[in-house]
């Protein structure tokens, strides 16, 4: 409370310098046809309050936030947002992070940037967003103070400072500094009850569950000229551990089961980008990437059986990439280049059961996945209303696996691509995409799952895969009703080959776990509609509102029964829903934000099919509301109450005595958990 106090009376004198001043009107975005580019001045924001550029990001009309993938390789891996007009070199300090270490201050706008206009290296995607900073001299910082009280009682706090220096000349500093305990709401506390197949109920109980998640992080970046040029340097250090305890006090048997599961996770990164221009039409880029990974999980469940799991986990990617850019003319640019990675994994795990050891497919691999590709692309803007994308890519992945299971492989794929932008209309753009995709091959499927300590259910590993991949074809439909209004639909229909999903694995002929594996073909449709509206013209003053809705279909055949049915974790449907408005005489912002599926807590409904399982889940929406006070222009309070609703988590697992098709039910279990209210206070500030 002290170091909260002190933080208040700092802020106080730097704030009695500032005089008030009536607001002035904000000013439109910068629309630029021609270009495909309409820039947001940091003052179109201003009546929302943001505190950084994650807030800004997420607040332009039109656009939808995506931090990027956790896939190996750079370009697969790269978000929706450009700082700078470049992509940030880094995996595990992710872009949401990233920007959040960017104030308000230090952005001069915003662009959103369609159908590679400007030059752009569009990494795939059909929109960005580019945070452009100024390009003044001196240091910026924050330093947040966050308290979470949980309805159990406890009390977890953090602190988080960053920092930026400019000099002249264009040399850059950063760094942040994370340190504290955050609370875990996968679990929670509730009934359970596991019914025989006639009915007669097995099990009865309470199920209490606590966790926590304890983050180290220190991050840094440099950028400086070099050579007629611009290097740039960051790194990374990350470790974290989570922690969480299960409870169950059985009432029917009258027995108590524990559970005790940790996660240590050591992560360091570095990172190096070189970017040059050669000519006035000639730009290179020099990309470097290097991580080290390593993992400990341990789980220890004690009931009528007592099972023993651990899973030590070894992961190192190498990647270097390099991209020529060539702007033949103003409507006429090419761009080609390549990347290559090597990528390596060493996991050994072990489950012992009532003492006697237990031997799991795929216990202990040493997998290395070296990956080369090479690419093309041609950009070219026949109109101020039409522009053409077309591009090939030629990837070649060689897998091989040592250990439990000895793989050699050899993958080539041809992946080409080819969009169309049309602006009729200054408010109404068409956009239109045919891309063969080539998914990644997940690490984490080669080695056997720590569920098993918990469920009884070996989940196994499988180190013979084969990547899914499929034939994407795309439609968007985006209008604009004035500069903070717009609307989009999206429809997307995936043609999949070599399904990726659970599959039962076999030894002497009998099934015995289940793990992943390639299914054949599929497909899956998506229909999105996005909306962003300002809500003055219905006399809320400086509010906004933004949405997104998904509706997702997929079907696959089953391996065991023949029967279409949909791909495991497929989200049927996904939606969230984000309220926000200016209180200026209050000098306080509020809003409400609302997850089905949209975010990482989220709700969501799916459901996984395994060889002698069908488990169903279901998160309730997750609810926060917010309050944000500036006393002062250099401090903000926020005071959340988040999961307002006590989300409810129902899992179901329908479990039969073998294969699911030939053999009768074993039992129908039903958990609803829930997770209480969180009250959040944080404190932040600005240097």
């Known amino acids: 409370m002290s170091l909260i106090l002190m933080l208040v009376a700092a802020a106080a004198p730097a704030a009695a310098q500032v005089e008030t001043q009536a607001a002035a009107p904000l000013p439109p975005p910068a629309v630029a046809p ?135 000349g264009g040399r850059i500093a950063e760094f942040s500094i994370l340190y504290g305990a955050f609370p875990d709401d996968y679990w929670g506390d509730g009934p359970r009850v596991r019914l025989g197949p006639n009915g007669a109920t097995q099990i009865q109980s309470n199920y209490e569950a606590e966790g926590r998640i304890y983050r180290k992080f220190v991050t840094g970046a440099y950028e400086t000229p070099l050579a007629g040029g611009k290097l740039r340097l960051n790194g990374a250090y990350q470790p974290y551990v989570q922690d969480f305890e299960v409870t169950d006090r059985l009432i029917v048997p009258g027995t108590v089961e524990l559970q005790h599961d940790t996660y240590a996770w050591d992560q360091t990164e570095f990172g190096a980008r070189y970017t040059r221009d050669m000519s006035e039409r000639i730009t290179v880029e020099a990309v470097g990437f290097q991580q080290w990974r390593e993992a400990q999980q341990d789980s220890n469940f004690r009931g009528v059986v007592r099972r023993l799991f651990s899973l030590n986990r070894q992961l190192e990617e190498t990647v270097g990439r390099g991209h020529v850019q060539f702007r033949q003319s103003p409507a006429l640019t090419w761009e080609f280049g390549g990347e290559a990675a090597l990528n390596t994994l060493e996991a050994e795990t ?134 903070a209004t717009a609307v989009s639909l999206t429809f997307r229909h995936l043609d999949i080959k070599n399904v990726v999903d659970r599959v039962p694995l076999f030894i002497g002929g009998v099934p015995v776990a289940d793990g992943p594996g390639n299914l054949g073909k599929g497909r899956r449709t998506t229909l999105t509609l996005d909306l962003s509206v300002p809500l003055d013209r219905w006399g809320v003053t400086s509010g906004l509102l933004k949405g997104s809705v998904t509706i997702r279909r997929s079907s696959v055949t089953d391996p065991l029964n023949g029967v279409e049915r949909e791909i495991s974790s497929a989200r049927p449907i996904e939606w969230d829903l984000h309220y926000v408005q200016d209180l200026a005489h209050l000098k306080t912002t509020v809003g409400i934000d609302i997850n089905k599926g949209a975010s990482d807590n989220g709700g969501f409904r799916d459901r996984i099919y395994r060889f002698n399982e069908i488990e169903n889940r279901k998160w309730d929406p997750w609810v926060n509301l917010f309050a944000e006070y500036k006393p002062y222009p250099n401090l903000q309070i926020r005071l959340e109450v988040q999961n307002l609703t006590e989300r409810s988590f129902q899992r179901e697992r329908v479990v039969f005595v073998g294969a699911r098709d030939r053999t009768p039910l074993l039992f129908d279990e039903v958990r609803d958990l829930r997770w209480g209210r969180v009250i959040a206070l944080k404190l932040r500030r600005t240097y």
């Open 34 to 168: 021609d270009q495909g580019i309409i820039a947001y001045p940091a003052s179109f924001f201003a009546d929302t309050s943001p505190t950084s550029a994650l807030d800004m990001v997420q607040r332009l009309p039109g656009f939808q936030f995506d931090k990027g993938q956790a896939v190996r390789g750079l370009a697969a891996a790269a978000g929706n947002v450009l700082i700078d007009g470049e992509a940030p070199v880094a995996k595990n300090d992710t872009l949401d992070e990233i920007l959040k270490r960017i104030p308000v201050s230090a952005v001069l706008r915003i662009e959103l940037i369609r159908g590679g206009a400007g030059g752009y290296d569009m990494q795939g995607r059909p929109v960005l967003a580019n945070v452009v900073q100024r390009d003044t001299s001196g240091f910026k910082g924050a330093t947040t103070l966050s308290a979470s009280s949980i309805d159990d009682g406890r009390v977890l706090s953090n602190i988080r400072t960053e920092g930026q220096w400019r000099w002249p």
């Open 350 to 483: 072990k489950l012992v059961s009532n003492g006697v050891p237990v031997v799991l497919p795929a216990a202990s691999v040493a997998v290395e996945e070296k990956r080369g590709e090479v690419f093309g692309t041609v950009t070219w803007r026949a109109s101020d209303h039409f522009n053409l994308e077309a591009g090939v890519r030629q990837e070649r992945t060689h897998v091989t696996s040592v250990g439990d299971f000895a793989v050699d492989k050899t993958y080539k794929y041809t992946k080409p691509r080819i969009q169309a932008n049309w602006s009729p209309t200054s408010t109404d753009e068409v956009r239109l995409r045919i891309e063969r995709e080539v998914g990644q091959l997940e690490f984490n499927d080669f080695v056997a799952s720590p569920t098993v300590a918990n469920t009884g259910s070996v989940v196994a590993g499988n180190p013979d895969l084969a990547p899914q991949d499929g034939w994407m074809y795309e439609g968007v439909y985006e209008r604009r009703f004035g500069p």
